[in-house]
């Protein structure tokens, strides 16, 4: 007989500015962890040859990864890009297919892009007080499009798992990039 596992109420310090939290440590994701992700390879490896910067970072909660449970904590995206495109998580879909998510804007200024296996695409736009709804089935991939971190705040069902392989082989079908000033939403060259 297996003993169910308790969770007792507790509380957590995010900073609601810059999302970080002296409780936890962060994961974080350099560049030449991205590798695959960006569109202009080549302007990834002149990058690299400078430097090593850091792309995002995020806080997550270690409960257990059971029904029943919620995960949260914050994304830190930072801002730069690679050619002519933002920076950017790898963007996940949930292993658990039908997973719902929320994001809540802190700070910063970015994009949400979303797909689901049937080729159906969005992008919200991220701002201080916005949140985004994540509906079930959607890769998500948070985009920095301004001068500062952009901060969010996300949740979800604890037991969801994260599938990034499907994202690292497939990719997404549009980008998010600067052309002439402004961004723009433009085809993936690269999409299989």
Same mark, same amino acid.
């Given at each position: ?8 109420? *507790?509380?957590m310090? *995010?900073?609601?500015k ?7 440590s962060?994961?974080?994701r350099?560049l030449?962890n991205?590798?695959?992700?960006f569109?202009?390879?080549a ?9 090593d910067?850091l792309?995002y970072?995020?806080?997550e +909660?270690?409960l257990p ?5 919620l %995960? *949260?904590?914050?994304?830190i ?6 050619g002519n495109?933002? *920076?950017?998580?790898?963007?996940h879909f949930?292993?658990i +297919? ?7 804007c %802190? ?5 949400? %892009? ?6 159906n ?7 201080p ?5 994540v ?9 920095n499009?301004?001068n500062?971190? %952009? ?22 079908r ?13 085809d ?5």
């Open positions: 007989m297996s003993k169910e596992m308790t969770i007792n109420p *507790f509380t310090y *995010f900073d609601l810059n999302g970080m939290s002296n409780e936890r962060s994961t974080k350099y030449s991205m590798k695959g992700m569109a202009d390879e302007a990834l490896e002149r990058m690299l040859k400078n430097g910067p792309v970072e995020f806080y +909660l270690g990864e059971t029904p029943g449970e %995960l *949260f904590g914050t994304s995206t930072y801002p730069g890009k690679v495109e933002y *920076f950017m998580t790898k963007g949930h292993t +297919l039908d997973t719902a998510e929320v994001y809540y %802190l700070s910063g200024k970015g994009y949400m %892009l979303m797909e689901n296996p049937e080729g695409w969005d992008v919200q736009e991220l701002t007080g916005k949140a985004v709804y509906p079930p089935r959607y890769a998500h991939r948070s985009i499009a301004g500062e971190p %952009l901060v969010t705040f996300f949740v979800f069902r604890a037991d969801a798992g994260h599938d990034y392989g499907t994202i690292e082989t497939k990719g997404y549009k980008l998010i990039v600067e052309k002439d000033g402004k961004v723009e939403i433009v993936n060259p690269k999409w299989k």
